[in-house]
């Protein structure tokens, strides 16, 4: 696995390998249940829970319904506090903003804050060609990072790997980029994080320029919060000189007090936690605290587009808590890196199509990728009804046409006449049921290969319904 | 009180023993109980494929069935669950897309008065205890639409512990998907596979002789494997156990 | 066009659905969840605290100097960095050398300082977290990032019941830091582990008392 998500193969494809690792399996499945007994705990202590998530979905929804009014806003009050606003179409723009201004600082290296919109940009990759070097100083980034890996979970970008896989990782590959890792370094926990504490302590105290993104943007205030457990976040955002932040225009709420819902939903769903251990708070720049300039980089890349859909707009809502990925059966499965982007699971089979489009071979599966069993939904602290998007991207994806689709619209439609003629349909199911002796249990018949590779097929019936109701009930008249 | 059976597709073609026995049962219980012949599919498949215009006949042709019924009573809450959760949206779709009110009329019709078999039971007809006999052991798989989309709780474990001679026993991660969804199961079938056999897995670990659900759609997929592992535990739809008595035992 | 017009552009154009007015969002949540009573609100901000092991104790304004030179002294802290605007009767009793932040003082400086007292903005009982705001007894944020220990003292009566209430009395245009406990990180299969970057060590002491020398300058009490 290199670090890119470029040319991946259709979700499908992906899983045939992952769904049979047995070690990923037991690492997913291990730490999927952990979480989310934990969640069900702090979402229960709440009783107001449900208020809270309709008041979280219901800010959303009016920040995003009038998203123009409140980037405008955001803007004059992060330039009033001495920040600089910058404004980014696409990926492409906003990693050259980012890497003309860490050039201008002449520097050559930044440390970064765990940040899921600079993944999407495709930021590291793009400012090493610019022979500038970003150091990810999230423990389970650096896991990635040092893994020449790719992340596989919101929260947790490492959670496909386990203790002495991490620990491997950190002997053979922190020498490379730094400090290397202690002597008979153990793969316990509690050691692995006392080895990351001291390989980025050296980073943290020389870097002069950090990036990050940012939980929130607070219009009213010009205020962004980073959420974060470890503190590297608070290193990156106090200790350099200059700090760029790099925010999806999704992620603006109007007011201060807004954060009251958003600080009660996040770290409860998300870590599972009453409160995450850290949060910081910053408004433009402060005089003699923290960095002296600083830039904020508004990113649309393809979330205009996601907000002219009037069903997906709603996957704009999220809030990066990643409890979706936490219950979904599919995502258990079949491991993060099979959905082809930095956003895997329920969330990204509706936000990754939405953002990219749909003409790729994996970004057209993703929709797919789902049993529409809600599990996402029931959790989601912003109730954003991912079946139904999921859903309604099919239909996107089944327009379109395409490979395989060609095929499937005409079965739908073949199978829309049977079912528009009763009589017809009677017919087919006794002729099924008539020849059921000859019917094949285990071997593939055309179209149902799939099915009968782990399957058998149901024994037809001697009669369908219909009959029965026909010989033993006297029909009545319906109406 | 006008009662329609509403069979499903899948009942009507490849498990019509289900649907017999909700007729059975509903009998037993006082209510009588119409199955109008123009019924055929509610759509979920079509719809759930990404195929929602070819799902507006279905939508019309479950408007024109069950019209004048109080209640419309199915033995699947995915289907039933298909028409409460999405009749509506495939209406106001097709309004905005300038296909009239139509569609958005029959799911308003259709929505509140088409109800899931245990619902029925619970709800409508106010009973628990429907005078079953079934001397076996049980674990309840709770099919997701069911679960989730309805909201239907305890109602089939409630009607399950009030049959005589029946042992209930807990299976565990009962909530999780078993993986069917539909097109899902033939589209993803790794993924699919996988999660059928963590349920069965689970199902074969309580020690029950039968696994239980209220969607045969589910256990069509469940059962599937089951055979094909030669497994001791047996599929059965919640209706047929409730249509069981010590008098006559259903088969 | 530039690249703000045309995201804005894009943005309206993407809502042209819906209506320009906005309405009201739906408040129905709680403000609190507990009996906004100062004994409730104490025990458990000490619970949840503890909880998410950081160390509390409770002392008097007159047992002050005494609990902060036992705690400095269980953790060998040769150097403590003080804010300029603490109150210094605090560490009357402490042997530490005790060194005043200044402009002078760099990360690498404060690298080698053992540990930290500072004040706070509030305290969140519900969820068991600190307030830092930049106050003049807390200083900038650096002072209580570097070093690996952290004493906070907290007034009983800066302690509020929830999120809800905190955000009132917290000034946005100052720099927060939220602390809950001591670093931590579920990076590792997803199980909890105790200190990263941030201090591994998190001292909460409470003082118990009608008034306190000073408080978060802009906290008001209630």
Known sequence: ?479 | MRVALFATCVNDAVYPTTAIATVTLLERLGIEVDFPAEQTCCGQPQYNTGYRRETEPLVRRMGRAFAGYDYVVSPSGSCVAMVRDNYLRIGTKARTEGRGSELTEVAESLTPRTVELTEFLVDVLGVTDVGAYYPHTVTYHPSCHGLRTLGLGDRPRRLLEAVKGLELVELPGADECCGFGGTFAVKNPDVSAAMGTDKIRNAVSTGAEVLCGADNSCLMHLGGMLRRQDSPIRPLHIAEILATTQAEAHT | MNSRETTLARVRAALRDVPARESANPRDYRSCHVADEPTVLLDLLHENLVDYRAHVHRTTPAELPATLARLLAARNARSVVVPAGLDRSWLRDVDSALVSDNATLTAEHLDDIDAVVTGCALAIAETGTIVLDAGPNQGRRALTLVPDHHICVVAADQIVASVPRALPRLDPLRPQTWISGPSATSDIELDRVEGVHGPRTLDVVVVIAPALGESGHHATTT
């Open chain 1, 1 to 479: 696995m290199s670090g890119t998500y470029l040319g991946m193969p259709a979700f499908p494809t992906a899983v045939r390998a992952s769904t049979k690792d047995t070690q990923l399996r037991a690492n997913l499945t291990h730490a999927t249940h952990t979480i989310r007994d934990k969640r069900a705990k702090a979402v229960a202590e709440l009783d107001d829970w449900a208020q809270l998530r309709e008041a979280g979905k219901d800010i959303k929804d009016q920040t995003l319904h009038h998203l123009d009014r409140y980037l405008l806003q955001l803007e004059t009050q992060v330039t009033a506090a001495g920040g600089v606003v910058h404004w980014a179409t696409d990926a492409a723009e906003a990693n050259r903003i980012v890497a003309d201004l860490v050039k201008a600082k002449g520097e050559t290296e930044v440390v970064k804050v765990k940040s899921m919109a600079t993944q999407e940009i495709g930021l590291n990759e793009a400012l090493a060609a610019e022979g500038i070097t970003a150091y990810e100083t999230d423990l389970a980034e650096l896991i990635v990072q040092l893994g020449d890996d790719l992340p596989s979970h919101i929260l947790v970008p490492a959670i496909h790997k386990n203790r002495s896989e991490i620990r491997d990782i950190f002997i053979e590959a922190m020498g490379r980029w730094g400090r290397p890792a202690p002597d008979g370094l153990s793969d316990n926990p509690a050691d692995l994080a006392e080895a990351a504490r001291l390989h980025l302590r050296e980073k943290f105290l020389r870097a002069k320029v950090a990036v990050s993104g940012a939980n929130f943007m607070v219009a009213e205030t010009g205020t962004l919060v980073v959420v974060e457990s470890e503190g590297n976040g608070r290193m990156c955002l106090t200790l350099p000189e200059t700090l760029i932040s790099v925010v999806g225009i999704e992620k603006v709420i109007p007011t201060w007090q807004d954060l009251g819902v958003f600080l009660q939903l996040l770290p409860r769903s998300s870590t599972a936690e009453r409160m995450n251990p850290y949060t910081s708070t910053w408004t433009g720049t402060t005089g003699g605290d923290g960095p002296a300039e600083f830039h904020l980089v508004l990113l649309d890349n393809g979330r205009t587009a996601t907000l002219a859909d009037e069903v997906g707009r709603q996957a704009l809502r999220c809030i990066r808590c990643s409890a979706c990925l936490n219950v979904c059966p599919v995502y258990e499965r079949a491991g993060g890196h099979a959905y082809g982007s930095p956003y895997p699971g329920p969330i990204g089979a509706i936000l990754t199509p939405q953002l990219r489009g749909i003409q790729s071979e994996v970004d057209a599966s993703l929709p797919y990728a789902s049993s529409l069993c809600g599990a996402c939904y029931e959790v989601c602290p912003v109730a954003i009804d991912i079946p139904e998007v999921l859903v309604h991207l099919r239909e996107q994806v089944a327009d379109q046409g395409g490979k395989g689709h060609r095929l499937e619209a005409a079965a739908i439609r073949a199978a829309g006449w049977i079912l528009g003629h009763p009589a017809v349909l009677a017919a087919g199911e006794r002729a099924a049921s008539k020849t059921r002796k000859l019917h094949p249990q285990k071997s593939p018949g055309p179209g149902i290969g799939p099915w009968t590779e782990t399957r058998d097929l149901p024994e037809m019936p001697a009669e369908p319904f219909r009959d029965w109701w026909k010989k033993n009930r006297s029909p009545k008249e319906g109406r």
